[in-house]
Structure formats: structure tokens, C-alpha cells
């Protein structure tokens, strides 16, 4: 009757500042009285489109294509090869050549500058059509910056989630803002997918100055005394944070108590492709973990 | 017409989840109405969502009727004497929910002898005590309730679990007095509440209500009934200071409404209601605050919200010849949006472009409705009658609530001037034939419905503690239609009812699903269900139902991409799958010791079986990445009950 492992599910990672909270209470509910089982399920197979994610920060710069396929297809996701990729600032355009050993994977031939304010529009040229198009638009993104300021980070160990919690001092600026938090060991990534990363509005912090709010939580075997951590604390756009929040939606569990219905997430690609070109500006903040934070 | 009366006895009778006996489920069982998820006391009833049903108890509003999460209703059986269900075609003394009225009524104390009867079942044990205060004048029913699996969880290996509490308890009071031949009084209440505790964080919710009606005889012509209602939900959650991450989190929507119910027998073949009915609403739809001397985060509060919902009704039951009785009636209904608020003007995305704000006290804005209320019943012959209806109904407060099964964070919130009233439109027609001197009563049912401006959420709305929660509506229309078949056994060693219906139910919203029709979320096409009592001997009763519903109406994911390292899905259209089809048999014993001379103590135990066959019915299919097998997706799904047996002990005296 136990239900395996729901009670891990409770995503204090990644979770807004008190969404997370009351996630907990038809965990609760489950973990008494339901049980799992995987089942075998029948979707039509036939639906396919282009799907982009791409990236312009000043960290990272590519463009990977590939197709979507059939919810069950089970292989690693079919790259679309021998496109003319381009990305617009405002002024110049600059072009993308495909990777040699990673096909689908298309990097800038020059870096791109990347500066608050500045307009970024990514365009698609296929040489064969999916989805009946071949030509693709991002809508034009503009480069959010961070107008606060960071004091430090703290990594501290809270053994009431089994959890690494990375919390944040900083000054958060007036006026509606968007966050995606992400972290490195030793400078290897830690946070390296999408259900991993931390995601927030300002709603509850906003113009205020956070005392060590829980922005990111790690695993145990994810840290040790004695390591490096960097949180990069990336401004968003609205309507990333948006993409962002409804794929992480979309990624988790649903019940029926608080979900709503499955809906498709957003892009800001035209032509029905799937997927987000994103522009993002980033505050790294490194900090040694010690051992005083072990016992809070 | 459209009405179904069911009484405390029966629902005794109906095996129960974990042996606890609930009205609420009890419906559920009735043609037309069904459950909104599994072993939720929420309804639809006709396709409707369950924001669409007014469920009083005593004339007080109950908005939310589901106690822990829902598994179990609010009303305790002991506590209640008789309920009735109007599916949609509502009195003209009703209004202010498009689909049905669950009337339920308290228990009135006995005016000679003092009762009493009780149970310890297997969650929860309750006592309920009634008796003359002054004989044949006044008297009192309490009746009171709590449950204690979370004792249960002390028992648990996980430490998470073994240091939560969940549990709810409630009272039911209700004192009447009769003044004299033409004034009797009542006063009664209702307070429940739920309380779940882990680790620091806590977190409670309930109902309350009171009541006070004066039932007063003006004259052998002229009768009524004054009656002043509050009704309270709120829940509160958080972390009590001290604590790291300490906040509050607070909700409540509480109404005052008063209510005047005249009865004038004019003349033999007419009979005329006339009232009036003024609520006001104060919606306080939340506040989350950090607490301590370092809070993690501020303050975030979305202002209390006031509005009155008043309406005038008349309605004449007219008996024409000795065949024919018509019914029809007129509701005037009008509602206020009364400042102080802000509303905001919203562009085509939902997003605020401009706000307004309206001072204390001012009627900012009005919406008024006529509602005619038609029915007409022809007596065929003595055993055999044609009925049909005519019912129109605006409805003025909605929830926020996208999920099919609904959480205690229940947010209700009011037509405003960017949110019109749902108005409903069914028309009804049945045949209705009794046999055997009313042994058996056997019916036929047919109804098409209609909603304008029916409420619903964008894709991925966010609908708690949200300021510009108007932008995330969206209006549209929703109809459906459906045939609904009963025979009823009412006397006899058998007892009970089969019932079966055939049921359709649409949405059309602008924004949603391309823009095209879909399957509402409560579309079961075919429900069937059995419920049977077998008195084997005087002492011993035998309970079976048993429920086949067509599978819940789902969207799946058709096709997937990757993006940041996860496998994102791309879904059907809205609704256009469907989970395995709902069955599940439930069983019951029941010895009741027999009446003795002299001694008025008797004692019950009853026995029964949830889901005797342990039909794994799906409460949720989630789809999911392996996390060990990077390009493998899976569906898995969730069922909440197995076979599940209990046993209850009951005693009356």
C-alpha cells in the first residue's frame, strides 16, 4: 500500500518560495493511502515539428535543432543537420556553423556581444521541411540585467529535506523581476538540467534585502566540506521565466488535488517550432562550504 | 422534476469508505451526479464543475464540504435529518449556482425523550445526544465527531511521517424552541475543522456556520420564515516564528445573508412564494507574510473583496382541473461589487495594463438577472406522470480552481467589471411511473443545458495569491445534454436503486484548445450504478454497490523534445484521451441487536469492503523520464484505494 518514494519528490529544489510548501500536503495524503504502477499507454505517433533550444549569455552561445518524435519513441532525439542559423543584434548578424563531431549543434563563428538592453533575434533556415516550414523566427528578446547587488552565499546542510540548501544575501532591486538559479562544484556544473535549476519571481522579495533566503537545493552526495560553490544568479526575461516554469510544470508529477490540466508549454519560435531561444545575463558568487553549516 | 430526496437512514445503509457513512458519497450514486475523483466529496452534477453546486446545510453555505483533502464530506450523518438535490431546475427561492442545490438538514432534537447514539469506527469515532430541554417546547441536538488515524502515522519507520499529525473534527448544534402555535425558533451551527502538522509546518482549514430562523404563522393563509445565515471557510498555513523559513499564509470568504420566505395558500389551487434573500460577501482571498526577526520574505496581501448578492422571487404552484399543475416563477437577482478595491484592466495575454481604484463603500459595479423558473407536471393517470422545466440561473461567485479534484486552498472570487455572470440555461423533460402501490418508482429523465460566460484558466494559470487573478480567466460557453434512467425498490427485504445515465458535456473557451470545443473535465458518457439492502433476518443486513463510470476525459502527451537535459511533452488535443474506465464493487454487513424490552441501549456492528475486487482505478496518469534511462519515458500511474475493509461499532439509545 506504501507508495514508493513520493515523499522525495517534495521539490524543495526548485520550487518558488512557498509553492513548495504546501506541495507537501497531498504527498502526505499519497504516501499513506495510493500506489503506483507503471501502465501501457497508446498516443498517436505522428506528430512531428522543429524544436530549438538556444542560448545568448555571456557564458553560452549555441543553437541545438532537432525534431520532436512520438511521446514513447525512446531514442535520443534526432538532430536537424545543414541549417543556416543566424542571430541579429541590433546592428550586426551573426552567423552560425554547424558543429563537426555534435550534429544539430550550431555555435557563432565570432562570439556575440552580450550588453543589458541590447535586441536579439534568432532566424532558421532548414533545408528540408518539418512541420511543412522551413523558415523560422525567434521573436526579438531583450537582454535583462541584474540592478541589485549581491553580499555573499552561504551552503548550509538541512537534514530535515537531505538537503544541501544554497542561501542568498543580496539586495533585490525594485520592479518585477525574474530569476533562474544555477550552481557549480569546483566549477563543474551541478544544476545541469531544467528540473534541477532554481526558478523564481520577485513577488514576495521585491526591493527588500533577502537574509539568506533558499534559492537552490542540492543532494547530499552533490557537496562536501570543502568545496567550491558558485551560484550564478541569472536575470530572466519575463517570458523565459514563463517557458521555464510551465516545461518545469509540465516535467513534474501532477495530482489531481492541486494540478491543472496538462497544457502545452510556450516558444518564442514562429511557424509552430517548439522549444526557446533565450537571452539571460548572469551573477556568479562563489563561497567555501565549512563545516558550521552542517548543524543548522 | 429533477429532484432526488434522500433520507439519514438510507445512506446508513450504503457501504462506506474506511466504514465512514457520508451523505455526500451517497449522492454520488444518484443518476446525473458524479463524483469529481476518486473518494472526493466533490460533484458534478450534469457535467456541471463542482463551483456550480449551492450545498447548505441549514441554509448556510458550505463552500468547502470536503474534510482531509476531501476523502470525506463535512456533514455527519447522525447530525442530519433529510437531503434534497435539485439537479438544475432549482425553486425560485434558490439561486447563485448554475448546476444543483444540496439542501441538507439538521437533525432536530427529539421534544419528548433523551437519545442518544454513537460509533467508533476504524478513523473516527462520534456521539450524538439529543433531548427535550423543556418537554414538547424546546429541544437540543448535539452531535460531535473526530478522527484519529493519524495515529496511524506514529507507527510509520519514516521519521517525516511519524512526526505529522493530519486529522479534522466538527460539531453540529441545533437548539428549537416553540414559542407558541404560530412563532418556533431555531438556532444551529456547524464547526469543522482540519489540521495537518509536519514538522514545524502547519496547517488548518474548516467551515463554520450559524443559523437563526424564525418560523412565524401569520395567519391559516399566510405562512414564512426569517431566517439570518453566516457561513466562514478560511485556512491559515505556515511556520510559527522561531522557526527558519517562518511565514503565514491566511484565507477566508465569509458571508452574512439574510432571508425572508413567505407561503401564501390563496386559494385551493394556488399557492404562492414570494421572498427576498441579501448576502454580503467578504472574499479575503489571502495574505503570505514572513515572520521572525530576519524574514526570508515580506509581505504579500491581496485585499479583502466586498459584494452583495440580493434577489426578489415569486412563484405560484397552479393546479388546473384535476391533471395539471403548473409552477412557474420569476427570480430577480442583482449583485454589487462594493469598494474599496482596485481592478485592473487587462490586455489580450491576461497581463494588467491600467488600474483603477474605488473608494470605501462604492458600488463600483452592478449586474442584475431574470431568472424565470417554469415546470409543469401532467398526472397521466394515478401512477403515471409527465413533468418538464424550465430553469434559468445566474451565477455570481465562481471558484479558482483548475485541477479536477480541488485542495483545501480554495479561492472564490466575484463577477466583476471584467468578469460577467455564468448564466444557465436547461430544459428538462421525464416520465415518471410508480408499480405495486409505490414498491417500485421508475423514471425517465432527459435535460439539455447551457452556460454563458462560463469560467475558465489559461494554460498554466496561476491562481493562488495572485493580484491580477482576473487575467488569468478566460470566458467561454459550455453545454451538455444526457438521459437519466432509475428504478427504485422502497420496500421489501430488498431495497435500493439502479440507476444509469447517458451524459454528454462540452466547452468552447477562446484561448483554449485552439479555440475549438472540447470534452468538459466531468464528461463520463455511461454511468451505472447498483446500490442494494438485503434484510436477511430482522437483525442482519446485507449492503452491495456497485459503480461503472466511463473513464475521466484526459489530455495526453503525443510528442516530446528535449530541452536543458529534460524530455518536455508536446500534448493531444485538450481532453481528447481518456483513463481506463472507472468500476469498483463495495460490500456490506450489518447486525443490529435487536429491540428489547425495557432497555433502550442496542448495539450495531457493521463490516465493510471499499473496492472489494481491488480494481486498480487510476487517480492520476503522470508521464515521466526514467531517471536512469536518459531517452526512456513512461507512464505510471497513481490509484489511490486497493481492497479496503473496516469495521464499525454503532450503538443508540
Known sequence: MMMKEKISNIKIRNTGFFKMLFLLVPLFILALHSCTERIDIKTDESFQKLAVEGYVTAQIQYVRLTKTSGYFSQEAPEPVREALVTVSDSINIYSFSESADQPGYYTPENTIPTKTGNKYKLTIDLKNKIGGETHFESEEATMPGFSGSIDSIRTIWRGQFDRWIIKLYAYEPPGPDYYMFSAQRNGIWVTDSLSRIGLTDDRLVDGQYLPGIYVLSLYQDELEVGDTVTLFTSSITHDYYRYLDEARQELAPKAPLFSGPPANVRSNISNGALGYFAVYSSVATTSVIDSSGIWE | ?653
Open chain 2, 1 to 653: 422534476m429533477s429532484i432526488n430526496t434522500i433520507n439519514s437512514q438510507t445512506i446508513k445503509e450504503i457501504p462506506a469508505l474506511m466504514g465512514e457513512v457520508d451523505l455526500i458519497k451517497a449522492i454520488q450514486l444518484l443518476p446525473g451526479v458524479k463524483f469529481v475523483a476518486e473518494g472526493s466529496s466533490g460533484i458534478s452534477v450534469r457535467g456541471s464543475s463542482p463551483d456550480q453546486n449551492l450545498i447548505q446545510l441549514d441554509e448556510a453555505t458550505i463552500y468547502n464540504a470536503g474534510h482531509l483533502m476531501g476523502f470525506f464530506s463535512v456533514f455527519n450523518n447522525d447530525a442530519v435529518s433529510n437531503l434534497q438535490l435539485y439537479k438544475g431546475d432549482l425553486p425560485a427561492e434558490y439561486g447563485g449556482r448554475l448546476a444543483s442545490l444540496v439542501d441538507i438538514r439538521m437533525k432536530e432534537g427529539n421534544m419528548k425523550k433523551f437519545h442518544g447514539k454513537g460509533g467508533i469506527g476504524l478513523i473516527s469515532s462520534r456521539l450524538m445526544l439529543e433531548g427535550p430541554i423543556v418537554k414538547d417546547k424546546a429541544s437540543f441536538m448535539i452531535a460531535g465527531r473526530r478522527t484519529y488515524a493519524d495515529l496511524f502515522l506514529k507507527l510509520s519507520s519514516n521519521n517525516t511521517l511519524k512526526n505529522s499529525a493530519l486529522y479534522f473534527y466538527d460539531l453540529n448544534a441545533k437548539i428549537n424552541y416553540i414559542i407558541n402555535g404560530n412563532n418556533h425558533i431555531y438556532l444551529s451551527g456547524y464547526f469543522g475543522s482540519d489540521v495537518f502538522k509536519g514538522g514545524a509546518f502547519k496547517m488548518k482549514w474548516g467551515n463554520t456556520t450559524g443559523t437563526l430562523r424564525w418560523n412565524h404563522i401569520f395567519n391559516k393563509k399566510l405562512f414564512s420564515n426569517f431566517s439570518f445565515v453566516a457561513s466562514r471557510f478560511n485556512y491559515a498555513l505556515g511556520v510559527p516564528e522561531g522557526n527558519q523559513q517562518a511565514f503565514r499564509w491566511e484565507s477566508a470568504l465569509t458571508d452574512y445573508n439574510l432571508k425572508g420566505n413567505f407561503t401564501w395558500f390563496l386559494s385551493s389551487n394556488n399557492t404562492l412564494t414570494f421572498g427576498f434573500t441579501s448576502i454580503y460577501h467578504d472574499f479575503f482571498p489571502g495574505v503570505i507574510e514572513g515572520l521572525g526577526e530576519n524574514p526570508t520574505f515580506g509581505k504579500y496581501e491581496l485585499g479583502d473583496n466586498h459584494a452583495l448578492e440580493s434577489a426578489f422571487y415569486i412563484s405560484n404552484q397552479q393546479t388546473i382541473g384535476s391533471k395539471l399543475t403548473l409552477r412557474y416563477g420569476l427570480r430577480f437577482s442583482v449583485f454589487n461589487n462594493i469598494g474599496p478595491n482596485t481592478v485592473y484592466a487587462y490586455n489580450v495575454e491576461g497581463d494588467p495594463v491600467d488600474s483603477t481604484f474605488y473608494g470605501n463603500n462604492k458600488i463600483y459595479n452592478t449586474y442584475f438577472n431574470f431568472e424565470p423558473r417554469l415546470g409543469l407536471v401532467y398526472q397521466l393517470t394515478e401512477t403515471a406522470s409527465l413533468k418538464a422545466s424550465y430553469t434559468r440561473t445566474a451565477q455570481y461567485i465562481q471558484q479558482a480552481q483548475n485541477s479536477t479534484a480541488g485542495s483545501p486552498l480554495n479561492i472564490w472570487f466575484p463577477a466583476s467589471p471584467n468578469i460577467k455572470p455564468q448564466l444557465g440555461n436547461q430544459v428538462s423533460a421525464g416520465y415518471f411511473k410508480n408499480f405495486k402501490e409505490g414498491m417500485f418508482e421508475t423514471s425517465v429523465e432527459g435535460y439539455y443545458k447551457t452556460v454563458d460566460h462560463a469560467v475558465d484558466f489559461r494554460d498554466h494559470a496561476d491562481l493562488l495569491l495572485n493580484k491580477y487573478l482576473e487575467g488569468e480567466i478566460l470566458i467561454g460557453k459550455g453545454w451538455g445534454y444526457g438521459l437519466e434512467l432509475m428504478v427504485k425498490k422502497t420496500r421489501g427485504k430488498f431495497t435500493g436503486w439502479i440507476s444509469y445515465t447517458w451524459s454528454r458535456s462540452f466547452r468552447q473557451v477562446d484561448g483554449i484548445n485552439n479555440n475549438d470545443p472540447y470534452p468538459g473535465s466531468y464528461d463520463r458518457p455511461n454511468d451505472f450504478s447498483i446500490i442494494v439492502s438485503y434484510k436477511v433476518t430482522p437483525t442482519i443486513s446485507l449492503g452491495l454497490n456497485w459503480v461503472y463510470l466511463t473513464g475521466q476525459p484526459v489530455t495526453f502527451p503525443v510528442g516530446r523534445y528535449e530541452y536543458g537535459n529534460n524530455i518536455v511533452p508536446v500534448y493531444s488535443e485538450r481532453n481528447s484521451y481518456r483513463f481506463p474506465d472507472y468500476h469498483r464493487l463495495d460490500l456490506s454487513f450489518t447486525w443490529r441487536q435487536k429491540e428489547r424490552p425495557g432497555k433502550r441501549w442496542r448495539n450495531e456492528i457493521n463490516f465493510s469492503v471499499y473496492n472489494a475486487y481491488n480494481r486498480k482505478n487510476p487517480w492520476v496518469i503522470n508521464f515521466l523520464n526514467d531517471p536512469d534511462k536518459p531517452n526512456t519515458t513512461y507512464a505510471e500511474m497513481i490509484y489511490l484505494f486497493g481492497i479496503i475493509p473496516s469495521v464499525t461499532y454503532n450503538f443508540s439509545f
